[in-house]
Nanobody, 117 residues
């Protein structure tokens, strides 16, 4: 079992920045991918960025440049740094853990980001 707890969501003005955190605990293993996803009201969930167990990151083309995924291995936290936020970034942001050995996946409860003036 793996537990994920997101935090850091807030109301922020357009152009602002925010950093989300995903605290990971449990049986993490050595081969995994942790991804940040978001889901806006009335829309499908979409990938924002992800990081692998060996530290590689990748992002959808639409998210490159403004969002950065990083991690603190000691604290077991994965971060999503978001810059130059736009109203269309408003969504519930969740992190997902995928164990590449077992195929099991886990989700956190999500944290709300609202970009509005």
């Amino acid at each position: 079992q793996v537990q994920l707890v997101e935090s850091g969501g807030d109301l922020v003005e357009p152009g602002g920045s925010l950093r989300l955190s995903c605290k990971v605990s449990g049986n993490i293993g050595n081969l995994y991918i942790i991804g940040w996803y978001r889901q806006a009201a009335g829309k499908e969930r979409e990938l924002v960025g992800r990081i692998t167990s060996d530290g590689n990151t990748d992002y959808p083309e639409s998210q490159k440049g403004r969002f950065t995924v990083s991690r603190d291995n000691v604290r077991k936290v994965v971060y999503l740094q978001m810059n130059a936020l736009k109203p269309e970034d408003t969504a519930a942001y969740s992190c997902n853990f995928r164990d590449l050995s077992s195929g099991e996946t886990y989700w956190g409860q999500g944290t709300q980001v609202t970009v509005s003036s």
